[in-house]
């Protein structure tokens, strides 16, 4: 596999090395040699293995918890391979950290998915190749070429082998409306909305559900599920409303504090979300959570990338 940037290699920091893995298994590559390491005071140690000059490298590392320790990690890494005459530097980041910091919403805050945009560009890095980033116009953030894309296929193709022609997706928030009517049209499903609102001392969220739900097997669909407290309460709602089943699915399991306990204890039947970011701990162990894996998604942009062919035809 050569082409004007060298030779392909696939290298892993320690966030995923397992999807790292598996990209590499599906393009018939190992995975580089290389030796990422902390010194006693846990600073960053790395050195590569092998020989890279003018290879076309892809390092894959989502910015997932430890995020900054990962982040840090990735930079250290981009810049070894600067300095070691890497043609090409890819930065292969199925869960982009730092997304949901995108804008000014409060004062004096700040824009924390551009200033990581900014260090990636810094330390070296050619392009990036992302997976469902939290608000799509991040991808303006970098003034190197982003390729960004989605699970949608990954998740449509398992929700299709259901089978139920009583399928709903629900958006948990109106804001994610536009995504759920994307899946819905996909499956030729019905489409629901779930309203947040708060009471008038502020002190407790009321759920309305917008759209049919009664008998039906209901989805709720997002991009991220973090603590799970949204999941939990809109699937409660739906079950109050009448919904037959609840399934959630959301791309980024981030699954932090609380999350795989409310999980546990919410109507939610399944728990789908895909391999972006590794389970750890309790959710190793959750019977209803499914992971589905973006591997063979990822191994074909890279190829495509490498090849200097299109990857608007992954787009989807």
């Known amino acids: ?58 390092i894959v590392q989502p910015t997932s918890t430890p995020v900054d320790p990962h982040l840090m990690e990735m930079l250290v890494m981009i810049d070894a391979f600067r300095r070691s005459s890497a043609a090409r530097i890819t930065a292969v980041i199925p869960y982009y950290g730092y997304a949901r910091q995108d804008r000014k919403d409060k004062p004096r805050v700040p824009i924390s998915a551009k200033l990581v945009a900014n260090l990636l560009s810094a330390a070296g890095t050619n392009r990036v190749l992302t997976m469902d980033l939290h608000k799509a116009q991040i991808q303006g953030f970098f003034d190197i070429p982003v390729d960004h894309l989605f699970a949608a296929p990954v998740i449509i193709e398992y929700l299709a082998r259901l089978g139920s022609e009583k399928l709903t997706i629900v958006s948990p928030d109106a804001g994610g409306a536009e995504r759920a009517r994307a899946y819905a049209k996909r499956l030729d499903a019905e489409l629901a909305v779930i309203d947040k609102r708060r009471t008038e001392d502020g002190t407790a969220e009321v759920m309305n559900v917008i759209g049919d739900v009664k008998g039906r097997i209901c989805i709720l669909q997002d991009d991220i599920i973090d603590t799970a407290g949204t999941i939990q309460k809109g ?82």
């Open 235 to 316: 699937a409660v709602a739906l079950k109050d409303a009448g919904a037959e089943r609840v399934l959630a699915c959301a791309v980024h399991g981030v699954l932090s504090g609380p999350a795989i306990e409310r999980v546990e204890h919410s109507p939610v039947d399944q728990l789908i979300v895909t391999n972006t970011i590794p389970l750890k701990g309790d959710a190793q162990n959750c019977r209803k959570i499914v992971v589905l894996s973006v591997a063979r998604l990822l191994g074909q942009a890279i190829r495509s990338i490498h090849e200097e062919t299109s990857v608007s035809s992954l787009f989807v």
């Open 1 to 58: 596999m050569a082409t004007g940037f060298g030779d392909l290699k696939v290298f892993s920091g320690s966030a995923h090395p397992g999807l790292a893995r598996e990209i590499a298994d599906f393009l018939g590559i190992p995975v580089g040699q290389a030796r990422l390491r902390r010194f006693p005071d846990s600073e960053v140690s790395f050195q590569i293995d092998e020989n890279i000059r003018g290879a076309d490298v892809f």
